[in-house]
T-cell receptor, first 114, second 114 residues
Framework: DTEVTQTPKHLVMGMTNKKSLKCEQHMGHRAMYWYKQKAKKPPELMFVYSYEKLSINESVPSRFSPECPNSSLLNLHLHALQPEDSALYLC?????????????FGPGTRLTVT | DQQVKQNSPSLSVQEGRISILNCDYTNSMFDYFLWYKKYPAEGPTFLISISSIKDKNEDGRFTVFLNKSAKHLSLHIVPSQPGDSAVYFCAASEGPGNTGKLIFGQGTTLQVKP
């Protein structure tokens, strides 16, 4: 099983809403990632979790709050977002953060902020 | 400052011919390079990778070549098939510290015509 699942597939939220994106993998991977991808742009790293601990925060605004409840789950809590935060949010996982292990990506959550 | 560049936004080839996708980088500390394929509305799919200590890696129809002195890598697809039509991203992994951080190029849209 080399699958990373993400829910929901699509999300529309207002600027005052609170919502969460979920990501799950059952490959035994101990590194998990959140990326943001705008149209016709490459994925941009937001956060890295290694063994359930946050190891990288790429200066992401505090309205995005990641959480790793266990080794299989990764959440991204959203609050007071701006329209410019509309994007495809991708979750990925790898065995560890070592460069030699490729990252497997989920299908993404298409987020629209109105 | 873009550390990973894919200078060709698009490429069109005939079915059965060779597709060559190019990528340039500036950071000599990158230790792994990866190619991902992305269909619309899906997450990126890992294709092939190469360590910075090698100059070639082959997997079926896909071969990646690395020229460290030129800071250049290329992906060869032979023979190209219509199902290969997708956006291809080159990515580089920052070596020291095994952070898991991937830096993506802008992507090249490949169209394989029947």
């Amino acid at each position: 099983d080399t699958e990373v699942t993400q829910t929901p597939k699509h999300l529309v939220m207002g600027m005052t809403n609170k919502k969460s994106l979920k990501c799950e993998q059952h490959m035994g991977h101990r590194a998990m990632y959140w990326y943001k991808q705008k149209a016709k742009k490459p994925p941009e790293l937001m956060f890295v979790y290694s063994y359930e601990k946050l190891s990288i925060n790429e200066s992401v605004p505090s309205r995005f709050s990641p959480e790793c409840p266990n080794s299989s789950l990764l959440n991204l809590h959203l609050h007071a977002l701006q329209p410019e935060d509309s994007a495809l949010y991708l979750c990925a996982s790898s065995l560890t953060t070592s460069s030699s292990y490729e990252q497997y990506f989920g299908p993404g959550t298409r987020l629209t902020v109105t | 400052d873009q550390q990973v560049k894919q200078n060709s936004p698009s490429l069109s080839v005939q079915e059965g011919r060779i597709s060559i996708l190019n990528c340039d980088y500036t950071n000599s500390m990158f230790d792994y390079f990866l190619w991902y394929k992305k269909y619309p509305a899906e997450g990126p799919t890992f294709l092939i990778s190469i360590s910075s200590i090698k100059d070639k890696n082959e997997d079926g129809r896909f071969t990646v070549f690395l020229n460290k002195s030129a800071k250049h890598l290329s992906l060869h697809i032979v023979p190209s098939q219509p199902g290969d039509s997708a956006v291809y991203f080159c990515a580089a992994s920052e070596g020291p510290g095994n952070t898991g951080k991937l830096i993506f190029g802008q992507g090249t849209t490949l169209q394989v015509k029947p």
